[in-house]
């Protein structure tokens, strides 16, 4: 292969990455209002036939729905009291909405544990004269334990992870509604339209605005859905939102003033989060500094000292 030939291949194989380079970001872009418009399609088909059928309750509207489907989840739900709403609210809050998740969540905090504590065990009987019965004991409660705990940490990741972009992008997409309500827009078709306008750069924040219109277009009650917007978010910003719209309209006060005082109130919070982490920066750095940097430079500074005293010179 000669020396042109390379040539051009290199020079196909850079235009080829750099046109993926170029077209990539807008598909992603598409896929992502694509997925959006989903998400909200079905929501408002959802509530379209609940309030065709003459249930306007949303939390009714949720409940016939798993009753329908999950008998034996609302049978645990009895025996545990709270815990199976507070199950379903977390399911909600991780942006798992299919109504079988709470009943594969126990499903899974049962079955994996005796897979784990089975498959330790198998394997710590293969190793013989390793390990006495009391450690091969401890191992499989740790297994069995750690498969346990596994779904819930999991769960709780990423509902912090969720609530962590919803506050840090929700003052911006507050400061654009609050431009739309000022503009003479309805807030119904504010909050829908500034959910499109941000899906490009929070596709969960989007989601959680569009379901909110949807419910707000599509129900009766506007306090409803603004408690079922929080309670879904889980976030402080959300419930921020949702407890001072639920005010200024049982009050009669003005919309934008209080969605001013949000909106300062979220940027100094994000703010202070920010100074936070730049605050504790410092000792999170002490061990690594002392584990990978200090040796290094140790032994740039004193090995040639070192070598002079061995060797002389």
């Known amino acids: 292969m000669g020396n042109e030939q390379i040539v051009v291949i290199v020079s196909a194989i850079a235009a080829a990455a750099s046109f993926a380079a170029f077209a990539l970001p807008f598909l992603n872009r598409n896929e992502k209002k694509q997925h ?4 909200i399609s079905k929501k408002r088909k959802d509530l379209f036939n609940a309030t065709k059928e003459g249930q306007s309750n949303l939390n009714a509207d949720h409940a016939n729905k798993a009753k329908e489907s999950l008998a034996m989840f609302f049978k645990i739900q009895k025996m545990f009291g709270k815990f199976g709403e507070q199950l379903r609210d977390q399911m909600l809050q991780a942006g798992i909405r299919d109504p079988k998740a709470p009943m594969y969540f126990l499903l899974g905090r049962i079955i994996l544990p005796i897979f784990l504590a089975g498959y330790g065990l198998l394997m710590l009987n293969k190793i013989e004269n390793e390990f006495t019965g009391s450690q091969i004991f401890i191992m499989v409660i740790g297994l069995a334990a750690a498969g346990f705990f596994l779904p ?75 408690m079922d917007f929080a309670r879904r978010v889980g ?70 000292l070192y070598l002079k005293f061995k060797y002389g010179g």
């Open 36 to 39: 959006y418009r989903d998400v």
């Open 152 to 226: 819930s940490i999991l769960v709780k990741n990423h509902i912090q992870k969720r609530q962590q972009e919803i506050n840090l992008n929700f003052p911006d997409a507050l400061d654009m509604l609050l431009i739309c309500v000022q503009g003479g827009i309805g807030l119904e078709q504010a909050v829908d339209r500034i959910a499109e306008e941000i899906t490009e750069i929070s596709e969960t924040l989007a989601e959680e605005l569009g379901i909110l219109s949807a419910e707000m277009g599509l129900l009766n009650d506007r306090r409803t859905a603004l």
């Open 235 to 304: 976030s402080g910003a959300a419930k921020s939102f949702a407890t001072a719209m639920i005010q200024a309209e049982q009050y009669g006060t003005s919309v934008t003033a209080a969605m001013n005082i949000i909106s300062e109130d979220l940027r100094d919070q994000r703010m202070q989060e920010a100074e936070r982490k730049a605050a504790s920066l410092p000792p999170k750095m002490t061990v690594p500094m002392i584990v990978f940097f200090l040796p290094g430079l140790f032994y740039v500074i004193l090995g040639p």
